[in-house]
């Protein structure tokens, strides 16, 4: 599946935040955590990319009609040829700047996800070990991000198939089966 983009994006440009940094996206930014229980998608950024040389989510700019969890699954469309249809985005968490933020959606594995990279703005993009991740060279948002992401993500509670336990990601909730 290769993602072919519907729409130019009205929100690729820098702006400054209150804390004055500045910061690629026009209405902010999103980004894609995906997880299998033990692992996490991480992007390689090509170098003459904003903090190239450095690994991230896939993610980016939003534009002004998406919300976050559209913009995360469109950018990790573009960025690592995933089909949003195999992942269940279970959260969100917003770093705000005032005047900018970057919202990662964490999302779950539905099937056996091959990321791989998909357009220039890439290197590489692989499945990295949770706990391998601290010792990546990372983008500097993420590093900063990362402790809470990490605490964010479901427990690691994998079954001998070594898939976690969706029961234990996604909200309880009755079935009648009259519905």
Partial sequence: MRYEPQVS?????????????RHWGRFGAAG?????????VLQHRAPWTHDGGTWALPGGARDSHEDVVTAALRE?????????????????????HGGWSY???????????????????SI?????????VDALPLHSGFA?????????LPA?????TGWPTL?????????????
């Fill in 167 to 179: 029961r234990n990601l996604l909200p309880a909730r009755d079935i009648d089966a009259t519905d």
């Fill in 9 to 21: 994006g009205d929100g690729n440009g820098w702006v400054e935040c209150s804390l004055g940094h």
């Fill in 124 to 132: 590489d993009v692989r499945w990295w070990a949770i706990d391998d």
């Fill in 144 to 152: 900063n991000a990362w402790p809470t992401l990490r605490d964010l």
């Fill in 32 to 40: 894609l955590l995906i997880t299998d229980g033990a692992r996490v």
């Fill in 156 to 160: 690691r509670d994998v079954e001998t």
């Fill in 103 to 121: 919202t990662t959606v964490v999302a779950q594995a539905l099937v056996a996800l091959e990321p791989r990279v998909a357009n220039a703005e």
């Fill in 76 to 96: 990790a469309a573009e960025e690592a040829d995933l089909d949003p249809a195999t992942v269940a985005p279970m959260q969100e968490w917003v770093d705000d």
